[in-house]
């Protein structure tokens, strides 16, 4: 978007969209999109119309914004943020979405015994919630839940909520005086993140705080069974393996978290026949392998740095799950140099990462998760999104026998699945 459309134009293509989105959940016999409590918790919008959506979202946002003209734009996009931390963090200290069920109507007075804070600071904040479309005052000084704030109170969405609050909005405050003292920087302890920290690097703190560590991993496990970075998308993007010659038998999901994808995979592909799950010794300690893949040895978690030699040798895949973006180039050549002793001629290297776009290539709304996500790895550990000519770049750096196979992203998803193989 260069030049600015008219709000005539604008709202035309709103009322186009609109009509489009309408017609195709009916048509799906969908429910309409609401708030509401009953609501489902996820967007109903199916994948086949996203680039509706997004236009949609595009549109909407540039109308908004010339409503509120520049100068008030400047004025509402800064101060939205420490608003909504304060709001956030406060509803997340005092467990308030926790505090009222499902069905209840309850006063403020009420909520606040429940919650250990006084009224009137409940009235403030929960009435700050409302502001933002989380809660609904039905009738003054009464409050209840809508749909967005008992997604809230869901356990995956406060780990994600306090796991933001406790590590993101800190790192992202100290990120302009890490570039100002490490301009340059590729070492996870020189970011914001660690200057907010105590020096210490992202994955060290996680380590050494089992409960932030615990609030993180769930936090990713909501992620991966949401909208849009589902792990769903990628398993079905290997398809391929639903062919016996294509399937592997034995696959490793290096920083695999408490295992989500390589469960999801071993369920929908049963000719692979060992799943091994690694991450760092704290973080394997507490995931569970499900009870019904314990027969069998089909499915294993093993405490390793994907910094040392990879102990799983002659695996047929190996997945690489939202972990390159962590780091810096220099550091996923060791990461993926550390593979290298234990590939097999043939063996693949899958990453399920999101491909950012070359910048002006979409549209705002497109671009905002790429970019938002982006400057998230800076500050968190100097990692960074990458386009899928950086993919190229990285892996025939690490060594010119990987071979890039294919990149696609499924329709509906957030993240591409990039495939590598080794030709050695
Ligand atoms: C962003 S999370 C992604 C988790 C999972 N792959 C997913 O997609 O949900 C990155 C993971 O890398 C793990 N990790 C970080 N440093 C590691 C290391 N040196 N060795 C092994 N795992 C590591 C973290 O513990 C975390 O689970």
């Known amino acids: 978007m260069s030049k600015s459309r008219s709000i005539l134009e604008l709202s035309s ?20 999109l609401s708030f509401d409590t009953g609501a489902p918790l996820s967007s109903q919008i199916p994948v086949s119309i996203e680039d509706t959506k997004y236009d949609l979202l595009e549109a909407l946002g540039e109308l908004q914004a010339l409503l509120h003209g520049p100068l008030y734009h400047v004025m509402h996009m800064s101060s939205i943020v420490p608003n909504n931390a304060a709001v956030f963090g406060v509803l997340s200290k005092f467990d308030i979405p926790q505090n009222l069920g499902a069905d209840e109507c309850v006063s403020y007075a009420e909520l606040g015994k429940r919650c250990g804070l006084l009224e009137s600071d409940t009235r403030r904040l929960v009435r700050g919630a409302v502001a933002l ?23 995956g969405a406060a780990a994600w909520v306090k796991s933001t609050l406790r590590n ?29 920290n105590g020096g210490r690097d992202f994955f060290t703190v996680l380590q050494e705080e089992p409960e932030r560590a615990a609030d993180f991993a769930q936090a990713m496990s909501m992620q991966s069974l949401g909208p849009e970075r589902n792990v769903s998308y990628c398993v079905e993007a290997l ?33 692979v026949e060992h799943a091994i799950v690694q991450d760092l010794p704290k973080t394997v300690k507490d995931a569970k392998v499900p009870e019904d893949l314990l027969k069998g040895n089909r499915f294993r978690f093993m405490a390793h740095d994907f910094f040392t030699e990879q102990p799983a040798k002659d695996a047929d895949v190996y997945l690489f799950r939202q972990v390159l973006h962590d780091w810096s180039d220099s550091k996923c050549v060791e990461i993926l140099k550390s593979q290298i002793p234990a590939l097999k001629p043939g063996a693949r290297i899958i990453l399920i990462e999101t491909c950012a776009p070359p910048p002006g290539a979409h549209t705002h709304s497109r671009d ?20 899928s000519d950086d993919f190229r ?11 890039m196979v294919s990149i696609r992203r499924p329709p509906g998803s957030a993240m591409s699945v990039i495939e590598f193989t080794w030709r050695g």
Not at 393 to 403: C, G, M, P, Q, T
């Open 168 to 196: 993101s909005t800190p790192s992202a405050l100290k990120l302009a005086d890490a570039l100002a003292q490490y301009p340059g920087s590729e070492d996870p302890r020189e970011t914001g993140f660690a200057l907010a």
């Open 133 to 155: 479309r989380f809660f609904d005052e039905p009738e003054t000084d009464k409050v209840r839940h809508n749909a967005a704030s008992l997604a809230l109170a869901t356990p």
């Open 368 to 387: 905002i998760d790429h970019r938002i996500m982006d400057i998230a790895m800076k500050h968190h550990a100097n990692g960074k999104e990458r386009t």
């Open 13 to 32: 293509i709103i009322q186009q969209k609109v009509s489009i989105v309408d017609q195709t959940l009916k048509d799906n016999q969908l429910p309409p």
């Open 393 to 403: 770049a990285l892996f025939a750096a690490v060594d010119e026998k990987f071979e």
């Open 239 to 271: 398809a391929a393996w639903d062919r016996v010659a294509e399937c592997p038998r034995v696959i490793v999901d290096v920083g695999g978290s408490h295992g989500t994808l390589a469960e999801a995979l071993v369920r929908r592909y049963p000719r």
